[in-house]
């Protein structure tokens, strides 16, 4: 399954990256390198082998529902582009 | 347009709220409302460098929902990203569970028109809420910006996703409204649809009668009540069957619904964004329920909504319609156990809360959990009626006082002085009266006309601006014509 231009085109938009023409064709050749090596892996036969989700030997880490205080606002927003309200404030979303 | 050849085919997506303490993945507090951006650490942010800890009452109240609804709780389950670029996401992907979600294979049975009928329940899974935006113009794609709040984010739901095994909107709506009531007995959600906490998606088509074949689905959003969801799926079905005797084809699409228009419109599709690209959260760990852990929680099950009618019908004697009214909201059942604790006469109390309490709750905009009249309120005037102290007339109006000030049955009957007149010779002059006044109806009564009797008891009554005891109004008149 070889990834054509296109494919990049549409994973970049998704992903909200603008690429020239240049790297479009440089992403496209190294996503079909290492695409090229997943058919290489496909070799190996893992009938009876579950998915791994996980490599850790480790589960069910969880913690109590306990509440605790929350960041102070002024922090929360200090990274904000633009702020109004106490808000966020984005541009033009559709 | 003859809809009838169309067999409609409904299934319904319903986001949960959990009422936890905490958030799912980090340690701030759940409340709803609060100053924006006031109940959110880094974690919830999506800070980098952060690591999301799993609330074990979230996997509990899944489990609990997931045994109340007969599914099978998975042994092995793990979290999964969902990626899309939308400003409600700090993170641009939500945390939530793909191919391996907590519980499956479960189903509701509803009740529509005194038939029984089983819905499946393909799946619940565990994620995150996202963010509220507020925009800038009047609609989203009308606005220059928008402002996010991210107190939400991260508060715990349950997506619980139907079979498409319902085929009108009436077995939609009732599908819902028996879902609330065993997320509300369970209480693993408040299941407040005007805050949110309860919110429903339907996925809709139509197809020819005897079809095997399901129509282009469309998904409709923005269902915040039990009404809506019914309109919004009526008019559905009226548009997709349109667009089919037009010759055309149903676009598979999302649609909003516009309450106040009382139409669905399509919602302009985030580009391409249903290539959602889920793939296993590797910051958090699988989950493995042990079956120990299972039957702890299925012994702490309490009773739900189908065995609390059961139990209604059978306790009580009350019919089956009012069993089912009864128990469609636990704080109404709740409210009626109250007062059967204290007063024997179920079904009394079954019309006192199907009529006139809820008809005031409704016209208030109020929760029977905010109910001005406790039960004991309500049984104190029941018993003034028992004894003969108002009428069933003048009870109506006490109860409406009640409701209105907060104030004890007693209370009103004195201030006002609503007595029910019980004596003879006060009444004697209203009988005479209205006896004069009325010969046709009198002279109607001594000809066998049973009915004139009904008229006559009521004139005495509007004299005696309802205070009279009708019963005996009644003997008086029967006596006095002879």
Same mark, same amino acid.
């Given at each position: ?27 496209? $050749?190294? +996503? ?11 070799? +190996? ?50 | ?11 319904? $997506? ?59 709780? !998975? ?66 794609? %009308?606005?220059?910006? %928008? ?24 077995? !939609? ?31 809709? %088509? ?34 997709? !069957?349109?667009?089919? $005797? ?71 004697? +009350?019919? $089956? ?162």
């Amino acid at each position: 399954m070889a990834i054509s231009v296109k494919d990049v085109e549409h994973v970049a938009l998704l992903a909200r990256l603008e690429l020239s023409d240049e790297e479009k064709n440089m992403y496209t $050749e190294q +996503l079909n390198t290492i695409l090229g090596y997943m058919e290489k892996l496909k070799e +190996l036969d893992t009938a009876g082998v579950p998915p791994t989700a996980h490599v850790l030997p480790i589960h069910n880490v969880l913690r109590e529902d306990v509440e605790r205080p929350s960041m102070d606002r002024e922090k929360v927003l200090q990274n904000a582009p633009y702020r109004e309200d106490g808000q966020f404030r984005v541009p033009k979303i559709v | 347009m003859n809809i009838d050849k169309y067999e409609i085919v409904i299934g319904l $997506e319903v986001h949960a709220e959990l009422k936890t303490n905490t958030k799912i993945f980090c340690n701030c507090t759940t409340k709803f409302g609060g100053e924006p951006n006031t109940h959110v650490c880094p974690v919830c942010l999506g800070l980098p460098g952060v690591l999301p800890v799993l609330n074990k009452k979230v996997v509990d109240f899944a489990i609990i929902a997931g045994l109340a609804l007969d599914c099978e709780i !998975a042994e092995y389950s793990k979290f999964d990203r969902k990626n899309y670029y939308y400003p409600d996401l700090p993170k641009n992907f939500q945390t939530s569970q793909y191919d391996l979600p907590i519980c499956l294979n479960g189903y509701l049975d509803i009740n529509v028109d005194g038939e029984t009928k089983r819905i499946g329940i393909t799946r619940i899974h565990m994620e995150e809420d996202a963010g509220k935006l507020v925009h800038g113009g009047e609609t989203i794609s %009308s606005s220059d910006f %928008s402002l996010v709040d991210y107190n939400r984010t991260g508060v715990p739901l349950l997506e619980i996703v139907s079979e498409p095994d319902m085929r009108s909107p009436l077995e !939609a709506r009732a599908y819902l409204e028996q879902l609330k009531a065993v997320l509300e007995y369970t209480e693993v959600s408040d299941c407040k649809m005007q805050e949110g906490s309860l919110r429903c998606d339907a996925n809709i %088509s139509i197809m020819p009668k005897g079809s095997s074949v399901f129509g282009t689905r469309t998904e409709i959003k923005n269902l915040n009540s039990f009404r809506a969801l019914q309109r919004a799926l009526e008019y559905e079905i009226l548009r997709q !069957a349109e667009v089919v $005797e037009e010759g055309g084809t149903v676009i598979q699409e999302t649609r909003t619904w516009d309450d106040a228009k009382g139409i669905t419109l399509p919602l302009r599709s985030k580009e391409e964004a249903h290539d959602y690209r889920y793939f296993p959260e590797p910051d958090l760990l699988p989950l493995v329920i042990s079956r120990d852990w299972v039957e702890r929680i299925k012994k702490t099950l309490p009773e739900l909504p189908q065995a609390r009618k059961e139990r209604l019908i059978k306790e009580y004697g +009350l019919p $089956e319609y009012d069993a089912g009214i009864i128990t469609g909201s636990k704080a109404l059942a709740d409210y009626f156990a109250s007062c059967v604790n204290i007063y024997p006469e179920a079904k009394t109390i079954s019309n006192w809360l199907m009529g006139d309490l809820t008809r005031l709750l409704n016209a208030g905009e109020k929760e029977i959990t905010d109910s001005p009249i406790t039960p004991e309120m309500l049984v104190e005037m029941l018993q003034l009626l028992d004894k003969g102290t108002i009428s069933g007339k003048i009870a109506k109006t006490v109860f409406e006082e009640m409701f209105e000030t907060g104030k004890r049955a007693e209370e009103i009957v004195k201030e006002k002085g609503l007595v029910q007149i019980s004596d003879q010779a006060s009444l004697e002059k209203m009988v005479d009266e209205v006896i004069g006044a009325n010969p046709k109806s009198v002279e109607d009564y001594r000809a066998g006309k049973e009915k004139a009797i009904g008229f006559l008891v009521g004139q005495v009554m509007k004299l005696s601006k309802g205070k009279a005891n009708p019963g005996l109004v009644n003997t008086m008149l029967r006596e006095k014509m002879k």
